[in-house]
């Protein structure tokens, strides 16, 4: 079983430039969830999405973040325009069933630089 | 709100060694904890979590985790360390206030041989 995957694995862009990163979850995971790490701090999280509804976005930094799941399967986190502390590590989890106790698989995570 | 606290950025051990890496945590209610490992140009990879039960968590590659309630921890262990368990652990922590999970900034492990 395939899991998590991230594209692409890292990303250099110029501060008011776009851009997508895209996160695969495990087949059959309704819950995809996003997390960013940066300059070495905590993982914070950023959104859950059940299915193709946003359940929390209470993390989401503000408006130049924009997440989407089209259909329940993947998503993509855009970011519109890049500021210099947009850099960081973005991980997208997905779980099978949501709840608090249920354990989340983790991609390997998209290094975003922005310079 | 809950948190999770590292105390330690790095630990470092000798191969054969007994390892502990600390986690201390803060929540309102119930604590679900959780570690995750990860390998250099890698994603976390779940270790082990506490759910209730048993205080004594056994997880993937030999580790495992003791919850203490009284004293809000719930650091994890592994009695043999091996060179191939440096990585950079998290720690994590949920409860029923707060549907998102809070990490810790890390640990990074050192096992020399």
């Known amino acids: 079983e395939a899991g998590v995957t991230q594209f692409p694995s890292h990303s250099v862009i110029e501060k008011g430039q776009t851009v997508t990163l895209r996160c695969d979850p495990i087949s059959g995971h309704d819950n995809l969830y996003w997390y960013r790490r940066v300059m070495g701090k905590e993982i914070k999280f950023l959104l859950h999405?059940?299915?193709?509804?946003?359940?929390?976005e209470s993390g989401m930094p503000n408006n130049r973040f924009l997440a989407e799941r089209t259909g329940g399967t993947y998503s993509t986190l855009k970011v519109q325009p890049a500021e210099l502390e947009d850099s960081g590590v973005y991980f997208c989890a997905s779980s099978q069933v949501g709840g608090l106790t249920d354990t989340q698989y983790f991609g390997p995570g998209t290094r975003l630089t922005v310079l | 709100a809950q948190s999770v606290a590292q105390p330690e950025d790095q630990v470092n051990v000798a191969e054969g060694n007994p390892l502990t890496v600390k986690c201390t945590y803060s929540v309102s209610g119930n604590p679900y904890l959780f570690w995750y490992v990860q390998y250099p140009n890698r994603g976390l990879q779940f270790l082990l979590k506490y759910i209730t039960g048993d205080n004594l968590v056994k997880g993937s590659y030999g580790f495992e985790a003791e919850f203490n309630k009284s004293q809000t921890s719930f650091h994890l262990k592994k009695p043999s360390a091996l060179v191939s368990d440096s990585a950079l652990y998290f720690c994590a922590v949920r409860d029923f206030n707060n549907n998102d999970m809070r990490f810790g900034a890390g640990t990074r492990l050192t096992v020399k041989p």
């Open positions: 999405f059940v299915k193709e509804s946003k359940q929390d």
